[in-house]
Every structure is written in structure tokens, then in C-alpha cells.
């Protein structure tokens, strides 16, 4: 067709509802003129020439001239248009053009119907697989062309076959598509009826056991091949078509043949006389009189009215007459539900699934872009109008804290897909305009978010590459406020009228002329081939508007320049750096050439790069439509050779994408301010990894690997792999990881040089000790006391360490690369925790349960081990005390002279506490013996090694070691002896009366009682038990030192009751201590030569006497002190205590007396206490 003049419209302002057009009748009154034809469509929009379309006729019958012809007005013109061309329509042309107006591609439908469509990433692929792609129809529009129109065509079902219907082996059964698609097969549909543009029918749900079956009436509106509006006696209340209008519209595209068709009403009609009229008339309204009567007598009376607005209109509305020219020709979308589930959405705060529903509305608006359906513009605007209505973000702007994580991705993609908007190589100026100004207006108010989430971070202007920019000050290359919308408002200076970007994307043969002029040879590499000099995330982002509207081989095209470019800059790179190395590893160290990274980007230029090339690579895209994110199959892709540049060229698609993920990642990039951005680099990184693990390594790919490995290497300031980088440069570990893993098996040599050059972690590397490694041993956390806020230093770290672990695990039992390993790791790791968790992963490799230990790695471990002690010898760590016994346990497993050394200079490793209680201990343990298998003079060795270490850790910290150096010694009487000196010298300083009693009760369990009572006494002097300590801890010891002087004779006794009396105030304990020496004789202990007189002491003399003295003189101050500041609820308990003291009382002959004084005593000094001086009476008289 050469006429029609509507350009497809992606960016459009929000629709009317579908209009009810008049028409008019043939009169020489009412007959317009033709108008002139508008501008001549340029694109092709018809069905995909390799499919079946249900309906037509088979493939071995062309299509007649009448349908071909009908088919294309059906989807390019409004029907208006057509019956304003022609003066006399016949009516078999109108029958097929109204037939053809229905949608044809049941993906449509599906699209509007199910909610969580997986397209993803490659179903701009997928339908390029289903043979229906717009980009095999033509490139974008050349300038000055028109756009292509129409609407997502295709076939019916990318191939599948009627019976199948286009859902065959989705898994969302209980998706609307699914459900209507079981309906329609089970005979549900019924009394379908097609009126001009109108089609009705009723679908049946069948019964349940908790419903019965319910008829719904389903009138559904098309023009142009799109339903414009819906209508279902179900009141479905959501964005997208219930399961009754999926089964209706599947039942017109499936079985065409049995729909019964009409021409519009208005037709008909057109065709009856007046009798005929008033008879239709009369019926209609005696079939439906309680619901039309009252309109009818109004329309009527305005009829008859000469002077109504009727009357002043020709023609008459028609809902069957498809939509007048100026409608805008869209798919049906219920806005207030697009903006009620948002709003819902934003409410739950990301729990619920609500960020994965948003994450889903925003797939449909890139699979409606893709489609090239003006919707997916329009529902981005109701998406963000409820974003920018979100209350949180005036609550989070007001309290000053940052959006969550989740939130924040949101916003992410939020702005990436306005990029896209803007960027639509077939939008008009004026959308583009209107677009532009909507984001301006979201972009100034205050709450709207910025780009890196709380900083003003200063990024490049996203034109800052081209041309047209230069003219911007200094400052606007840097603004302060950048926020997510900046980038799709700076896109208003990009435009696709470039003729050398237009040549790119529309030939896969574009390649230097022979003759080039001097303005040309910038444009073409060696090769010939084209290069696209823009600022790479830029030139990114129109790669990604090409793919997401729809045009994959244009997006390829223009991706091969891009790379073939980045490759171009990757040498001119590699020349300059041969130049400056000499002078750069000279001062070892560099500045940051690369202005922003491209892996964290929020254009994601790596990622859209890799996703368009893999796209074309995928081999399990048969199946376009995937309703449930359920059982994600790991794709497989296949090697498709590159179609652009030159023809001789052995590339694929897929090893292009490898080496511009490697390109990417490999770049050194500073790292950027703040939490989110720099927690979007890691994400980032991690996502395009997870992406590269898909990709099946075979002798291509790999080839590639190890070219752009090399290149990394050799990449000086420009590559993060380079031998000198900035000190701020993001680090390579995880990448390096990915690297090192899939390079290992084909190239072992180049995989371990690039992993222990990714080792480093600059920020935490002071310049002077950065390349001493001298001293590995001796080397302690180094981190300077001033470098960037990194927020995400500690994931970044634990990376780091992830890397030396897979290195470690891949050298076992290759000494060289172990020792290499090991030294990159005790320069470069600085976290203790870390270096200890790899020497548990190293030692567990070694020590497996299966097979017989490797000695290397093990000696790796405890090598690991070692500096961890080392490093945590001085700090303070929580897990010290594991640390200490796992080193210990791995030198074990090493061998004798492992614990040998470790025991001899235990004081670089331990403090004296861990060296003789867990070191030592568990050096000469029953269990290590056995374990070790040692002969007689390796246990003599070992034991005498722990008896040094105990002496000495005794004499460094007696209050802690003693004790345990007594242990150790026990089974040699010189080394004993020396450390129970040592106990005793102790015991005069700073030893406290606990650690004394303890060493005592230990004497005296080995077999030296007096020697336990000398370490008592001691402790006696030490300990000092006031009147009210009567729960005191050292009441055991004291009551033990009491009972072990008593049975060692009187003279022991006499000689500590005198430090008792001094030492204890507490009246209970010296009555307890009193009445246990009066039970039995003294001198029962069994020391030889000493004697028990079996006599028991008495009270009245000494010592007890003393004893007594105390105790009474104990209870008599205990008692005032405590009538001082006595409450009745305690005079219970004062009368019990004052029981027991008379017992102590009554111990001497004369001892009733003083108790009686004593109660006299208490009698007048407190009687002004009544009530308990009344008790005192009833109990003591």
C-alpha cells in the first residue's frame, strides 16, 4: 500500500477510549469528498512470510490478490479511511477486510493476558525464532523516512500448529492465557458472533465442586489488528484480559471459518427500507424494553426535535464500524488497575513478591516495546506517575536515610527504560518532546530519586562523547544532581540521522570504500570494517533501544562496530602503555584513566552488549512463550557466524560476547562513591559472571579467553589485571575467579598468573610494604588510617579470599604453586578472620576423609595458621581461643616437629595462657600420643619441650601459668619443684587469693598437704570476708583451708587460726568453721611421723579460744549492723539469726550469761523498735 500515512506511534499521550464513529449514508447531501492520501508508509508490517496463518488457505495455494490486498488495509488504514477513498465499497472487499482486522498473533494476546510473561532478555531472539520478527522486515527508518507501522506482526503462534495453540508447553496453567486456551478446548465457547469491528460470543465455566457452571456474555472491539476494548460479564478487575476474552479471541484466530461475520450494522440497516426499519426497530426494543425504553423515547423525542444537537450531526455512531481516523489505534489497557496495582505494589515495601510483581510489569513493558505496541510507553508513564506518588519517598527525604536496596533497583530500571523510550529510532519529534517534558517535570520535583542512590555522584554527561556536546559548559559535564531520569532526558541531544550510523545497522556488508576520503578513515578499522566512535555507554544504550524496539539484527550490527571499536582502543592502549612502562613500574603506581566504569554502570553497556549477541546464539528458543518463571532451563547457545564486516572473518556471535564480557570486567575503573553504587558494581559484576557460567567453553571460546587474558595482563594502567594500578581501582578477585576456573584446564600457567596478579588489594596496602615480602611472617594487618569509604571493602575482601581458596584447592600437591600462593596470600590478605578460613578450607582439602593426606597443602595451612596467630597475638579476636586449638590440631596432623617448633617459640604465637593451658595441654595428651604414634624419645622430646614452655610461660605470667605449669611438670620432680617456687614467689605479689586456694587444693589432691597449707595460708592473708559476705565464693576455700590445717595437727591449725580471724568477719562462717574443729581430733591427714592425740579440742582454750572470741564479737557487731537500718519484713529472719548465734553463745561454761546480756542490751539500745523487741522477748524471754 502506498497510501495511509500512520506511523506506528510507540510514544503517544494516554488514548480516548474506543470511539463509536459516525457513519453517514450515501446521499449527494452526505457524501464527502476523498481526501488526500497522507505521507507513504515506509515499513512493511504484513505477516511473516513462514508461518501459516489460521484461516488462510494452505501453502499450496497463494493467496488471492483480494485477501493479500485486504490483509494489509486491514492492519495499516482505518476503516473511515477506507469508505472516505472509495465512493462504493463491493461487499465481498468489505467482508475481508473486516475478517482480516482481527488480531492475527496469538502472542498479542497472550501478552494481555498474562501477567508473568518470561520473555526476558532473549525474546527479542525468540521472535525473531518464530519467523514473525519486524527486524527481518527492514532496518530502522533512514532519516527523512517514515517509521514502520503496524503492530507486532507475525503468524498466528510462531509456528505451533492450531491444535498445540501458542501456549504448548507453558507451565502457568493457572494463568488467564492457559486458562482460556482449556476453555476454548473444552467446547466453552459459543454463539460467537462477528458485526462489522464487534465481536460477541458467551464462554461457560464449568461446574465445580463449590460452583456451578456460570455463562459469561464476552464482546470484545478491534481495529487494525488490536482489540481496542473488552468487555466480560465475569467484572474482572485487573490489568491484563480474564481467561473468557483470551478463550473468545482465540476461538476468532483459531477457527476463523466458524465465526459468523457480518458487515457493520450500520451497513445492514443501510439496506432496509423504512417498514423494515421501523419493524427492526420495534422488535429490538420489545426484546430489551426494560433496559432500552427509556432511551429509546429519548433519542426519539430528540429526533423529532428539529433544533436538537441531534439533528445537526450527519451520519449516526456505529460500535460496529471499527474506529474513525483520528482514533488512535492501540491495544485495550485499563489504566486506573495498571495504577491501582502499582500503588498496591509500592504499599507492601518489597515483601510479598511486590518487587518481583513490579520486576514483572516492568518485563511487560520491554516485551510491549519489543513488540512495538504503544502501550509499553503508556504503561511506563502510569508505572512512574505512581513511583513519583510513592509517600515514602517524601518520608525517606525528610528523615534524611537512603530508599531500600530493592526499592532502589526498581528506580534502576525505572530509568533505564525511559532511556530506551527516548532513544526509540522510530519515535516522533513530537513524542519525543512530550516524553522529554513529562520526565523534566518528574525529574525537578525534590523527591525524586538520584542516579547512585545518595550522592551526587559526577559521571559523564551521557553525550559527552559526541560531537554536539561541545558546546556544554565545563559544569554541565558534572552536574551535582543527576537524577534517574537525567540520563533519558540527556538523550534528547542523540539522535539515528547520522548517515554512517544509519549504514551500519541497515547492511550486514558495509565496509570501507577503496577510496577513502580523509574525513572517512576514522570510520573503519584495518579490516574495514565500521567503527562507531561514541561514548561507550551511550552507543550501549542505543543498542539496547534497537533490541528492546524490536529490531535484533540492527542491535547486532551496531554491536559488532561497537566491539570492533573497544578492540581498536584496546591496542592504541597496549602501544601507548609500551611506551610509558618503564617509567610507570619505576614509580609503582598510576592514576585512573577510564572516567567511569562500565561494569555498574546504570546504562549496563557490558551487559546489554553480551545479552544482544547471546540472544542470537540461543538454541532453545523454539517455544516464544514461557508464562512461568518455574524450571528455568539453562540456555544453550550454538556458534553463529558474525554476518557484518569481512566476509573471510571466522567469528561468532557467541565468542564476540566473551571477549567484550572480558573487555568489560577487565577494565580498570575507580571505585565510586557510596553505598549503592559501589554495591551495584559487585551486583553488577556478579550478574555478568552468572552469564559467562552459561556459556559452554569449547576450543573457540576458549581461544578467545586466552587472547583477551593476555591482553588484560599486558593492559598496564588501562586493564584492572595490569601490572600497575590505581590504589582506589576496583579489584579484580571475582572476575579473576571466573577466569582462573574456566583457563585452568587448557592453559595452567596463564590461569595462575593472572589470578595471583588479582590477588592485590591496593586500598589496604600501604606503598612501602606494598612489594617487601622479605618478611611474610612478621606481617600484621596493614591498613592505613586513612582511605575511601568503602562500604562494601568487607565482601569485597571475603572475594579475595575466595580466590586464593580456589587457587589453593587446584595446587594441591604442586609445592612451587603452593609456596607462590602462599606468599600472595601473607602479602596480600589482611584480615585475619580470612587467612584463618583459609587455613581451615586448606586443611580440610588436605585431610580428606577418603583418601590419604597431601602433606604440602596441609604444610600450607599451618603455615596460614601460624601468621594468623601472629597477626591476632596483640588484638583482640573473639575466635582466638578456636584459632589457637585448630593450630594445634593442624600441627598434629603435620607431625612431631610441627608441635615441636610451635612449642618452642610459642611466644611469637601465644599468649602464656593459651601456650600451657590448651598448647601444651593438648600437645602431651593421651589422645595426640596416640594419634602420633611416638616412640619413647620423641615423647621424652615433647614432654620436655612442654615443661620448658610451662616454666617459662610460670615465670612471664604466674597468676594465669602457674598452676598449669605445675600440671605439665608433674611427672619430672626438678621441673615441679621449679615451678612451685615459682608459685610460692608469686604468691607474695600479685596473685589473688582464688588462684592461691586453687593451687593449694591442687598440692594437696597431688599428694602435699603441707605444702597445700603453706599456698593456704597465703591465701588467708589475701582474702578479706566482710560481716555480710556470707555467700562469698571463697567460703568453700576457706572452710577446705580450716578443714586441711585441722587435719594436719594443732600446731597447723593454731597457726592459721589467727589469719582466719584477721581475714574472715563474717559470723556464720566463723561459727561453721568454729563447730567443724570441734567434731573430731586433730591430726588425721596420715602424714608419716605425726600422731593424732584422738582428743577434741576444747573451746576455752587455745586455739579455738581465739576462735570463739571472733565468732561472738562477729555475731554482736552483725547484729547491730543489721538492726541499723532493719525493716519489719526482716524481723523474722533476725530473730533466726539471732538462734544461731545463741548456739555460738552457749559454747563456753559462762556463755548463757553473756547471751542474756547481750539480749538486755539489745533491749535498751533499740526499744523504740517494739514489735521486734516483742518477738526478741517471746523467743529469749
Known amino acids: 500500500m502506498a497510501e495511509g500515512g500512520e506511523r506506528e506511534e510507540l510514544l503517544s499521550p494516554p488514548p480516548v477510549s474506543p470511539a463509536k464513529r459516525l457513519c453517514s449514508w450515501p446521499s449527494p447531501r452526505a457524501h464527502h469528498p476523498r481526501g488526500s492520501p497522507g505521507v507513504a508508509s515506509g515499513g512493511v508490517g504484513g505477516v511473516g512470510g513462514s508461518s501459516l496463518t489460521p484461516g488462510a488457505r494452505p501453502h499450496l495455494q497463494p493467496e488471492s490478490l483480494l485477501d493479500c490486498a485486504a490483509k494489509t488495509v486491514a492492519e495499516k488504514w482505518a476503516y473511515e479511511r477506507v ?20 488480531p492475527r498473533n496469538e502472542r498479542e494476546i497472550c501478552m494481555y493476558s498474562s501477567f508473568q510473561y518470561r520473555g526476558g532478555p532473549s525474546a527479542g531472539a525468540a521472535s525473531s525464532a518464530a519467523g514473525a520478527s519486524p527486524a527481518e522486515e527492514g532496518p530502522p527508518p533512514l532519516p527523512g523516512a517514515a517509521a514502520p507501522a503496524g503492530s507486532a506482526p507475525g503468524a498466528a503462534a510462531a509456528g505451533a500448529s492450531p491444535g498445540q495453540g501458542a501456549g504448548a508447553g507453558a507451565a502457568g496453567e493457572g494463568l488467564p492465557f492457559r486458562r482460556g486456551i ?13 458485526v462489522g469491528f464487534h465481536l460477541s460470543g458467551t464462554v461457560t465455566e464449568p461446574a465445580t465442586t463449590s460452583e456451578p457452571a456460570m455463562t459469561y456474555k464476552v464482546a470484545i472491539s478491534f481495529d487494525r489488528c488490536k482489540i481496542t476494548s473488552v468487555t466480560c460479564g465475569c467484572g474482572n478487575k485487573d490489568i491484563f484480559y480474564c481467561a473468557h476474552v483470551v478463550a473468545l479471541s482465540l476461538y476468532r484466530i483459531r477457527k476463523p471459518d466458524q465465526v459468523k461475520l457480518r458487515l457493520p450494522i450500520s451497513e445492514t440497516l443501510f439496506q432496509m427500507n423504512r417498514d423494515q426499519l421501523q419493524k ?11 433496559e432500552v425504553l427509556p432511551t429509546a423515547q429519548k433519542l426519539a423525542d430528540e429526533i423529532l426535535s428539529s433544533n436538537s444537537e441531534i439533528n445537526q450531526v450527519n451520519g449516526a455512531p456505529d460500535p460496529t464500524a471499527g474506529a474513525s481516523i483520528d482514533d488512535e489505534n492501540c491495544w485495550h489497557l485499563d489504566e486506573e488497575q495498571v495504577k491501582e496495582q502499582v500503588k498496591l505494589f509500592l504499599s507492601q515495601g518489597g515483601y510479598y513478591g511486590s518487587g518481583k510483581q513490579l520486576n514483572s510489569m516492568f518485563a511487560k513493558v520491554r516485551e510491549m516495546l519489543r513488540m512495538r505496541d504503544s502501550n509499553g510507553a503508556r504503561m511506563l508513564t502510569l508505572i512512574t506517575e505512581q513511583f513519583m506518588a510513592d509517600p515514602r519517598l517524601t518520608l525517606w527525604r525528610q528523615q534524611g536515610t537512603s530508599m531500600t536496596d530493592k526499592c532502589r533497583q526498581l528506580w534502576d530500571e525505572l530509568g533505564a527504560l525511559w532511556v530506551c523510550i ?9 513524542e519525543k518532546s512530550s516524553w522529554l517534558q513529562q520526565l523534566q517535570k518528574w525529574s525537578d520535583l525534590d523527591v525524586c530519586p538520584l542516579e547512585d542512590g545518595n550522592y551526587g555522584h559526577e559521571l559523564p554527561n551521557i553525550t559527552n562523547a559526541l560531537p554536539q556536546s561541545t558546546s556544554h559548559s565545563p ?9 534517574v531520569f537525567t540520563r533519558a532526558i540527556e538523550g534528547r541531544e542523540l539522535h539515528w540521522q ?35 566512535l561514541e561514548h561507550v555507554p551511550t552507543a550501549c544504550a542505543r543498542v539496547d533501544a534497537l533490541r528492546s524496539h524490536g529490531y535484533p539484527k540492527e542491535a547486532l550490527r551496531l554491536t559488532v562496530a561497537i566491539i570492533n571499536t573497544l578492540r581498536l582502543q584496546q591496542q592504541r592502549q597496549l602501544e601507548i602503555y609500551k611506551h610509558q612502562k618503564k617509567e610507570l613500574l619505576h614509580r609503582g603506581t598510576t592514576t585512573i584513566t577510564n572516567l567511569e566504569g562500565w561494569v555498574g554502570h546504570p546504562l549496563d553497556p557490558i551487559g546489554c552488549l553480551f545479552l544482544t549477541l547471546t540472544e542470537a546464539c540461543r538454541l532453545n528458543d523454539d517455544s516464544y512463550l514461557e508464562v512461568s518463571d518455574m524450571n528455568e532451563s539453562r540456555p544453550v547457545y550454538q556458534h553463529v557466524p558474525v554476518a557484518a564486516g569481512c566476509p573471510n572473518s571466522s567469528e561468532s556471535y557467541l565468542s564476540l560476547a566473551l571477549e567484550v564480557a572480558l573487555m568489560g570486567m577487565g577494565q580498570q575503573r575507580v571505585m565510586p562513591e557510596g553505598l549503592y553504587a559501589q554495591d551495584k558494581v559487585c551486583r553488577n559484576e556478579e550478574q555478568l559472571l552468572s552469564q559467562l557460567q552459561e556459556l559452554q567453553l569449547d576450543d573457540e571460546l576458549v581461544q578467545t579467553l586466552q587472547k583477551q587474558c593476555i591482553l588484560l595482563l599486558e593492559g598496564g594502567p588501562f586493564s584492572g589485571l595490569g601490572e600497575v594500578i590505581h590504589r582506589e581501582s576496583v579489584p579484580m578477585h571475582t572476575f579473576a575467579k571466573y577466569l582462573f576456573s574456566a583457563l585452568l584446564p587448557h592453559d595452567p600457567d596463564l590461569s595462575y598468573k593472572l589470578a595471583l596478579r588479582a590477588m592485590r588489594l591496593p586500598v589496604l596496602e600501604n606503598s612501602t610494604s606494598a612489594g617487601d615480602t622479605s618478611h611474610p611472617h612478621h606481617m600484621v594487618s596493614v591498613v592505613p588510617s586513612r582511605y575511601p569509604r568503602w562500604f562494601t571493602l568487607g565482601h569485597l575482601e571475603s572475594q579475595q579470599c575466595e580466590l586464593a581458596s580456589t587457587m589453593l584447592t587446584a595446587a594441591k600437591g604442586d609445592t612451587g604453586r603452593l609456596r607462590t600462593i602462599l606468599e600472595a596470600i601473607q602479602k596480600h590478605i589482611h584480615s585475619s578472620s580470612l587467612i584463618f578460613k583459609l587455613a581451615q578450607d586448606a586443611f580440610k582439602i588436605a585431610t580428606p576423609t577418603d583418601s590419604s593426606t597431601d602433606s604440602t597443602l596441609l604444610n600450607v595451612a599451618l603455615e596460614l595458621g601460624l601468621q594468623v596467630m601472629r597477626m591476632t597475638l596483640s588484638t583482640l579476636n573473639w575466635r582466638r581461643r578456636e584459632m589457637v586449638r585448630w593450630l594445634v590440631t593442624c600441627a598434629t596432623e603435620v607431625g612431631v616437629r610441627a608441635l615441636v617448633s610451635i612449642l618452642q617459640s610459642w611466644y611469637t ?28 624419645p620423641q615423647r621424652e622430646e615433647l614432654a620436655s619441650c612442654a615443661r620448658t614452655l610451662a616454666l617459662q610461660c610460670a615465670m612471664k605470667d604466674p597468676q594465669s601459668c602457674a598452676l598449669s605449669a605445675l600440671t605439665l611438670c608433674e611427672k619430672d620432680h626438678i621441673a615441679f619443684e621449679a615451678a612451685y617456687q615459682i608459685a610460692i614467689d608469686a604468691a607474695a605479689g600479685g596473685m589473688t587469693h582464688s588462684q592461691l586456694f586453687t593451687i593449694a587444693r591442687y598440692m594437696e589432691l597431688r599428694g602435699y598437704p603441707l605444702r597445700a597449707f603453706k599456698l593456704a595460708s597465703l591465701a588467708m592473708s589475701h582474702l578479706n570476708l566482710a560481716y555480710n559476705q556470707d555467700t562469698h565464693p571463697a567460703i568453700n576455700d576457706v572452710l577446705w ?13 593454731a597457726a592459721l587460726i589467727p589469719l582466719v580471724v584477721k581475714s574472715v568477719h563474717c559470723a556464720t562462717v566463723l561459727s561453721d568453721i568454729l563447730r567443724r574443729c570441734t567434731v573430731t581430733a586433730p591430726g588425721l591427714a596420715g602424714i608419716p611421723g605425726r600422731r593424732s592425740s584422738g582428743k577434741l579440742m576444747s573451746t576455752d582454750k587455745a586455739p579455738l579460744r581465739q576462735l570463739l572470741d571472733a565468732t561472738i564479737n562477729a555475731y554482736i557487731n552483725t547484729t547491730h549492723s543489721r538492726l541499723t537500718h532493719i525493716s519489719p519484713r526482716h524481723y523474722g529472719e533476725f530473730i533466726e539469726f539471732l538462734s544461731k548465734a545463741r548456739e555460738t553463745f552457749l559454747l563456753p561454761q559462762d556463755g548463757h550469761l553473756q547471751f542474756a546480756q547481750f539480749i538486755d542490751n539489745l533491749k535498751q539500745i533499740y526499744k523504740g523498735k517494739k514489735k521486734l523487741m516483742l518477738l526478741v522477748r517471746e523467743r529469749f524471754g
Do not use: M
Request: hydrophobic share 35%.
Open 83 to 102: 469508505e472516505e477513498r472509495f465512493e462504493r465499497i463491493p461487499e465481498p472487499v468489505q467482508r475481508r477486510i473486516v475478517y482480516w482486522s482481527f
Open 475 to 483: 559544569d554541565a559535564l558534572s552536574r551535582p544532581r543527576r537524577t
Open 280 to 290: 427492526f426497530i420495534q422488535y429490538l426494543i420489545t426484546a430489551h424494553h426494560t
Open 498 to 532: 547520522d548517515s554512517h550510523l544509519q549504514r551500519i545497522i541497515s547492511s550486514d556488508k558495509y565496509v570501507a570504500p577503496v577510496c577513502q576520503r580523509e574525513s572517512e578513515r576514522l570510520l573503519f578499522n584495518s579490516q574495514g570494517q565500521p567503527l562507531w
Open 422 to 430: 527516548i532513544l526509540n529510532p522510530h519515535c516522533k519529534l513530537e
Open 1041 to 1053: 583451708a580450716c578443714a586441711l590445717s585441722h587435719s594436719l595437727g594443732k600446731n597447723e591449725l
Open 182 to 194: 482449556r476453555l476454548l478446548d473444552s467446547g466453552s465457547v459459543e454463539n460467537v458472533l462477528q
Open 909 to 936: 604465637l601465644f599468649t602464656p595462657t593459651e601456650a600451657t593451658s590448651i598448647v601444651a595441654a593438648t600437645a602431651v595428651s593421651h589422645t595426640t600420643l596416640l594419634r602420633l604414634s611416638l616412640d619413647y
